[in-house]
């Protein structure tokens, strides 16, 4: 066990960036033959010192620093505010987006003049309570604040201690063609999934998590992307899995209403706070309609 501090950490570097582009020709061979789509699952990524620390800093659920995402398609909490973060956290969070990382994303993904989102739209701490999922779905394809920015690749970084199989919450990699389940990736601590953003690039746990009360499924999402002259723009894509059955048309409704809450968003410029204001008053019409 590690005796320095939180803010001793801070001022180090959270990972082994010499050790990552030692590796690179050799990851990013495995990356592109990854089925179902590029990724690659690499393990004990930060310094064991430092991933203890960052989860002892994960801040608590207050929705004074979290947005929430409660809809038919997604159940879970964000916070893109780094100023409530810990020290360490806000270091790893620098690490990531640091020249030095995004130049070995971009050589494992094979794209050139990767732009981290100092913005973490999107992104940031993500928790989930008992009961949460996230349906399948390919994820948006441009910023909505920077109409030039189309989404290449994103990083999940987990950060939960003594995960449980039976706790559920499996982040699945679904066939390009949304027929099956082809790889899982459980969110123990510790662990990085890298992958591409690519308009079939399905995944999500969709089944609701079965973790006792107090225990929450925590990770930290970044995403890069790259200056395009006319980039595909598209929303968040969510399908139904075979066998969804009646669940498959929430799934389609709440698509598109979200299909029109990005279109207002970027158009208007909103804010992610006055966004999902406007998604829980949707949830809420939804629920007393039903």
Same mark, same amino acid.
């Given at each position: 066990?590690?005796?320095?501090?939180?803010?001793?950490?801070?001022?180090?570097?959270?990972?082994?960036?010499?050790?990552?582009?030692?590796?690179?020709?050799?990851?990013?061979?495995?990356?592109?033959?990854?089925?179902?789509?590029?990724?690659?699952?690499?393990?004990?990524?930060?310094?064991?010192?430092?991933?203890?620390?960052?989860?002892?800093?994960?801040?608590?659920?207050?929705?004074?620093?979290?947005?929430?995402?409660?809809?038919?398609?997604?159940?879970?909490?964000?916070?893109?505010?780094?100023?409530?973060?810990?020290?360490?956290?806000?270091?790893?969070?620098?690490?990531?987006?640091?020249?030095?990382?995004?130049?070995?994303?971009?050589?494992?993904?094979?794209?050139?003049?990767?732009?981290?989102?100092?913005?973490?739209?999107?992104?940031?701490?993500?928790?989930?309570? $008992?009961?949460?999922?996230?349906?399948?779905?390919?994820?948006?394809? #441009?910023? *909505?604040?920077? %109409?030039?920015?189309?989404? /290449? +690749?994103?990083?999940?970084?987990?950060?939960?201690?003594?995960?449980?199989?039976?706790?559920?919450?499996?982040?699945?990699?679904?066939?390009?063609?949304?027929?099956?389940?082809?790889?899982?990736?459980?969110?123990?601590?510790?662990?990085?999934?890298?992958?591409?953003?690519?308009?079939?690039?399905?995944?999500?746990?969709?089944?609701?998590?079965?973790?006792?009360?107090?225990?929450? $499924?925590?990770?930290?999402?970044?995403?890069?992307?790259?200056?395009? #002259?006319? *980039?595909?723009? %598209?929303?968040?894509?969510? /399908? +139904?899995?075979?066998?969804?059955?009646?669940?498959?048309?929430?799934?389609?409704?709440?698509?598109?209403?979200?299909?029109?809450?990005?279109?207002?968003?970027?158009?208007?410029?909103?804010?992610?706070?006055?966004?999902?204001?406007?998604?829980?008053?949707?949830?809420?019409?939804?629920?007393?309609?039903?």
């Amino acid at each position: 066990m590690t005796t320095e501090s939180s803010e001793d950490i801070a001022h180090l570097k959270t990972l082994d960036f010499p050790g990552l582009m030692a590796r690179v020709d050799t990851l990013r061979d495995e990356y592109a033959k990854a089925e179902p789509f590029p990724h690659i699952v690499l393990e004990n990524f930060l310094r064991p010192e430092v991933v203890e620390a960052a989860i002892g800093e994960f801040p608590a659920l207050d929705a004074q620093q979290w947005n929430s995402y409660l809809h038919a398609n997604e159940r879970k909490f964000s916070n893109t505010n780094p100023s409530t973060w810990g020290p360490t956290l806000q270091a790893v969070l620098g690490d990531l987006n640091s020249p030095e990382f995004v130049g070995f994303v971009s050589q494992l993904i094979g794209v050139d003049y990767l732009i981290a989102d100092a913005s973490l739209e999107g992104g940031g701490l993500h928790q989930s309570t $008992r009961g949460g999922f996230l349906n399948m779905h390919a994820d948006f394809t #441009v910023h *909505p604040h920077k %109409r030039h920015w189309q989404r /290449r +690749a994103n990083i999940l970084l987990y950060l939960n201690e003594d995960w449980r199989p039976e706790y559920g919450g499996d982040l699945e990699l679904w066939s390009t063609d949304m027929k099956r389940c082809v790889k899982k990736v459980a969110p123990v601590a510790n662990r990085v999934l890298i992958f591409s953003t690519n308009d079939d690039s399905f995944h999500g746990h969709p089944e609701p998590m079965t973790c006792p009360e107090g225990t929450f $499924r925590r990770s930290l999402a970044l995403y890069y992307f790259t200056e395009e #002259v006319a *980039p595909s723009v %598209r929303s968040t894509e969510y /399908r +139904a899995r075979p066998g969804d059955g009646l669940r498959s048309v929430p799934i389609y409704l709440d698509k598109q209403v979200l299909r029109g809450y990005d279109w207002l968003k970027r158009r208007l410029d909103l804010s992610d706070d006055t966004a999902h204001k406007l998604l829980e008053m949707k949830e809420r019409i939804f629920r007393k309609g039903n």
